[in-house]
């Protein structure tokens, strides 16, 4: 996904009502009325969060059905979820190995000033 | 998790306020704040700790002075490479180092990043700061599970979807 997506997948994500959308939406398809319902939200309201969400495609909403259902896509979703969680990861991973070195580190110190203090002793 | 003997994993805290272009994480490291600084800009150390694991880290440049440049790749076992690059501007020892930050990935989106060293006795808290161009190129490299008000992670919601596909 181009960074351009991606910018317009993650304004689409930085909205509360839109992210609990897509909650209610992993759970299966709805309609527009049935998602205004939980967020106390006017149709037109809501119609512009879809409109939102579709423009980002992470939400389709069918053509073929009266009741014209919205549906979760995955796929934008999870690339938008894999570019994200990286940094996290990246971090709590790296300060767990920085704490690993800086231990190696003063165990190396320390094993040093007793062979220091053992030569004193000898000399 | 299980720890062994004393030792525990750090705890690392990330702050990113909603509208704002920054993240701020910390942690406290059980090592006084010299060991830290140079773990930091000795890039024998450093390659030991920079990235998650999976990655080998691969140091192209690695000039800790001020004004110096850093090229660094991280290499997957798959052959994936993803690099990394940025400037010095300010390193000071044992306080603080202020460089700027680039993925190379997503060329063009420069972040400035500073990293303070605060002594606790004989530990440190490192605070690092990451200012992004943009709030969107922040929001970009944050996880809805790491800001507020987002109770059910993107991540969480993938897993889900991918389970809904395999139909479980």
Known sequence: ?123 | MSTKGASTMPKTEYTIEPGKQEIVSTVVLDAPRELVFKAYTDPTLFAQWWGPRRYKVNIQKFDSKPGGEWLVDHVGDDGSRHGFRGVNHDVVAPERICQTFEYLGVPGHVALQTATFEPLGNKTRIVAQIVFQSVMDRDGMVASGMSEGADESMERLAELLERMKAGK
């Open chain 1, 1 to 123: 996904m181009s960074s351009d997506q991606l910018s317009v997948t993650f304004a689409a994500l930085a909205d509360p009502t839109r992210r609990a959308i897509l909650a209610r939406l992993a759970q299966g398809e709805a309609s527009v009325t049935e998602l205004a319902k939980p967020f106390d939200l006017s149709l037109p309201g809501v119609s512009k969060h879809l409109k939102v969400l579709q423009r980002a495609g992470l939400i389709t909403q069918s053509r073929n059905a009266q009741w014209r259902p919205c549906r979760l896509e995955g796929s934008r979703l999870k690339e938008a979820s894999e570019w994200v969680g990286e940094y996290r990861r990246f971090w709590d991973e790296s300060f767990e190995r920085l704490d690993a070195v800086l231990q190696e580190m003063i165990k190396e110190q320390k094993e040093k000033e007793n062979v220091d203090k053992g030569s004193k002793h000898d000399a």
